[in-house]
Structures are given as structure tokens and as C-alpha cells.
């Protein structure tokens, strides 16, 4: 093809040269008809190479489109996937404050759940301080009294009595202070050790040393005949000085219970029965009425005088310790309480 272009502008070229001979000539024909043919050749090949110029600058700014249209995309491409990198990364962002805001949440739920059982332990303590030292005023003050009473009943009446039965007086009343004093102090270093954490310490407590206390103590009461049915090897778990406030307190309202009742009797007992470990006391008073009786069961108030101040403040107390107390009373025939443990230990 170039050969053949070449060939045509060659002969277009002598073509010219000859027309202008032909012109000198004086052949003004020829030399015009061979100057046509030169500007159809000339004009031809100018135009076919316009044409191909154009042509390769409408395919070179075709191609410039092109390569522009590709670096757009690549641009938008690159654009897009950083968006999404950053839509993913502000995701993980808020996946990790969403984790640690549901941590959070969590662990505060937890420390308002320890903090309301811790709150409500400590009111549950206050409530059973009160109650305890509730009943340790009451257990405390009818001895004290007792024993004043009998230190001016011995003044005023000193005259009738014998040297034998004032030194028999003196003795009890010396034993009778002497364990009330050891039950005081007793009280006091519990009450102390327990202020942090009135809780049960449960250590294993022997039985006749729990009768051993009771005798200690009430061994000023008189007209009163008291009984203790145990085995000797008999033990129990539990916390020895919540059971001796329970037992102390039970022996105190049956003794005021007895006042004035002839041939009045006060029995404890201690024995083991299938899983269950129980402790009974049992008196010979006037008992209980019905309705006593009915609001001890259900955790109301009794009124009497002589019987049951403080029996629900013990119940609750035992019920501290894992012990349950029943109730068994009739007007006139006495009153029962027995205390029951499990042996097997939860």
C-alpha cells in the first residue's frame, strides 16, 4: 500500500514537472490537462492523509477516553473499597463499644445485685441484733431482780432465819451471781466478736455442757425442781451461743411460767432420731391458750406475762441457726417446746 502511494506521488511529481515543460512549450493543453491530474493527485493524497491524521486523532483521543474511563473506575473502585474499609472499621468500632457497654452493664448489674443482698444481709443482722439483745434484756433482768429481791427479802427478814439456812442462802445467792456474771461476760464478748458479722459460727457443742450452762445459771431459782435427760456422749453442730440464748431464754419464760404452781418441774431432754438431732423442754405450768399457742405458730405477738415474751424473736433465731421449734401447750397441763436439727449437714 505505501509502495502504490509512493508510485502515485512520484508521478504526480513529474506529472507537474511536465506540465510546466508542456506550458513552456507552448502545449498549453497538455500542460493543463497534466497540471489537473497533478492537483486531483495531490489533492487526493493531502486529503486520504487528513483523513488518516484525523482518523489517529479521533482513535488516539478515543483510546485517551478509554484509559480515562478505566482510571475513573480504578478511582472510584479504590474509592469504594476504602468507604466500605471504613464503613467495616467504624462496624468493629461500634461492635466493641456496643461489647464493652453491654460488659459494663452487665458488671454494674451484678455490683447492684451483690450490693442489695449486701444490704439486705445487713439489714437482716440489724433486725436480729435487735432482736437478740431484745431477748439478753429480758434473760438478764429477771435474775438480777430475782436476786435483789431475795437480798431484801434476807434483810428485812433476817431475824427468821437459822445460821444454817443464811449460809445455805448465801451460797446460792454467791452461785446464782457468779453465773449470771460469767453469763454477762459471755454475752458481751459475743455481742463484741458478732458486731462486724452477727452470723452463726457452728462448732460442735457437747450436750451436757449446754445442761452444765443452764443448771450454772438457774442453780439461784428455787421452788422449781429441774430435770436433765441426755447421754452423755451425745454432740451437736451448731453455734453454741445462739442455741444457749435459745435454751436460756425457753428455761427463763417456763421458770416465770411456774411461779407460785406446786411441785413445779422443768425437764430437759436431748436425743437422736433418725437424721435429726432434738432437744425438748417441758413444764407442768398452766400453759398456753389456744390463741398463744396459734400466734406463735403464725409468727404473731403474744401477750402474756408470764409466758412466751421473746419465743418469736427465739424462733427466729433458731430458724438462723437451721432449727425449727414446735410448740405443744394446753391450758393447764404444761407447755412443750422441742427443737429440731438436721444432722445431715447442707
Known sequence: MTELRNDIEDKAYYTEILSELQYHN??????????????????????????????ELESRNEIQKKNQQILNQKIRAQSQQRNILLLLAGLL????????????????????????KLNEQLDSA???????????????????????????????EARLLSEEQKAEQESKITKSAVALLEVMEEILLWSKGQMENFSPEK????????FSYLKDFFSG?????????????????????YLKTIMHNLTQNAANALKGTPGA???????????????????????????????????????SAKHGLGLNLVKDMAQTIGCTITLSSKKGTGTSFVLTFSLVQG
Open 203 to 210: 462448732t460442735t457443742v457437747a450436750v451436757t455442757g449446754l
Open 126 to 156: 440489724n433486725k436480729l441484733k435487735a432482736k437478740f439483745f431484745a431477748i439478753i434484756t429480758h434473760d438478764l433482768r429477771s435474775p438480777i431482780v430475782s436476786l435483789v429481791n431475795f437480798l431484801q427479802l434476807q434483810k428485812r
Open 221 to 241: 431459782t428455787t421452788g422449781i425442781n429441774f430435770i436433765y435427760q441426755s447421754d452423755e456422749n451425745l454432740v451437736l453442730r451448731t453455734d453454741e451461743n
Open 265 to 303: 418441774t422443768i425437764t430437759w431432754k436431748a436425743w437422736e432420731e433418725s437424721d435429726q438431732f432434738k432437744l425438748s423442754i417441758s413444764d407442768n405450768g398452766p400453759g398456753m391458750t389456744d390463741e398463744q399457742v396459734k400466734n406463735f405458730e403464725e409468727n404473731l405477738t403474744i401477750g
Open 26 to 55: 507552448g502545449d498549453y493543453k497538455g500542460a493543463y490537462d497534466n497540471f489537473n491530474f497533478y492537483q486531483d493527485v495531490t489533492d487526493s493524497i493531502f486529503s486520504q492523509q487528513n483523513k488518516n491524521k484525523i482518523a
Open 93 to 116: 468500632i461500634m461492635l466493641i463499644i456496643g461489647g464493652l457497654y453491654y460488659r459494663l452493664s452487665a458488671v454494674r448489674k451484678q455490683k447492684n445485685i451483690a450490693l442489695t
